[in-house]
């Protein structure tokens, strides 16, 4: 039973004085609390700024692409013989050397990369692995030393693209030994190497972006170097030990279009 007292309390007269809100108190100033005994979380120290990178490449971080490197050949200024859109790849130092003094050119020499991957016929003709791993490094490697260092002046990738990797005043090696319908002169010397991605089996087809590309360069070239239509050759017509350009190469379709911009 209830005790008078708890009766009273809980009268309908009381009740609300017992359910007021209780005044909460005031903290008082002072120090934070002190963590919690049980707690295992170490104090962690202001972290410090990482120190400052460098100044970041032109475009980083902007959206804005890096520039494209320079071309290397000047461009023409002739109106009537604009140089051609092309892709700078530019082959290593040690793969070619300057053309002997006073040497004009006069040639312009077509071959097949007896591979049918753009990728790897730039890597084989600019000696550049860089982010191909260390097994590509070695292979390209091993190659060079069966084979020797090649190189050329231009590459026609399978989709068309024209590519730059050597300026057209330096002596660039993709003839070897060979000579102009034998006159003993080094072909090297006085030619401007073209390289077409091609397996060179005479079944590997090439493109008809490759056969635009190629109407657009060689023409260019030869206006460019005064190079007669009869001077552009392919490599099997230097050295009778090689077969390319293969079989299946229209060499008509460029020749034409050569003695239409040079006669």
């Known amino acids: 039973m209830f005790s008078p007292i708890k009766r009273f309390a809980n009268t309908p007269v009381m009740r609300p004085l017992k359910d007021a809100e209780q005044p909460r108190p005031t903290p008082t100033p ?31 971080g902007t959206g804005t692409p890096a520039a494209p490197p320079a071309p290397l050949t000047p461009p023409s200024t ?10 700078v790849r530019p082959s290593k130092s040690d793969r070619y050397n300057d053309r002997p003094a006073g040497a004009d050119i006069d040639t312009i020499v077509l071959h097949h990369t007896a591979d049918g991957s753009d990728r790897n016929s730039l890597t084989t003709l600019t000696g550049d692995t860089d982010g191909q791993g260390i097994f590509k490094k070695g292979e390209q490697w091993l190659k060079d030393k069966k084979n020797g260092k090649v190189s050329a002046h231009y590459m026609i990738g399978k989709d068309g693209t024209i590519y ?23 072909v090297n010397d006085r030619s401007i190497g073209i390289e077409i991605v091609n397996e060179g089996d005479g ?41 390319d350009p293969s079989e299946n190469f229209d060499f008509d379709r460029i020749v034409r279009a050569t003695e239409k911009k040079v006669g």
């Open 30 to 60: 002072g120090a934070s609390p002190s963590p919690r005994p049980d707690s295992f979380e170490p104090s962690k120290p202001s972290p410090t700024p990482s120190p400052s990178p460098g100044k970041a490449p032109p475009g980083y």
């Open 78 to 87: 002739d109106p009537s013989n604009p140089t051609p859109p092309m892709e």
């Open 164 to 186: 730059q990797l050597v300026g057209d005043e330096k002596r660039a090696w993709h003839a070897g030994d060979g000579s102009l319908r034998g006159d003993g002169k080094d």
């Open 203 to 243: 079944k590997d087809g090439y493109t008809d972006e490759q056969y635009k590309a190629l109407e657009q360069l060689v023409p260019y070239l030869a206006k460019r170097y005064d190079v007669p239509a009869g001077n552009v050759v392919g490599h099997k017509e230097t050295n009778p030990q090689k077969k």
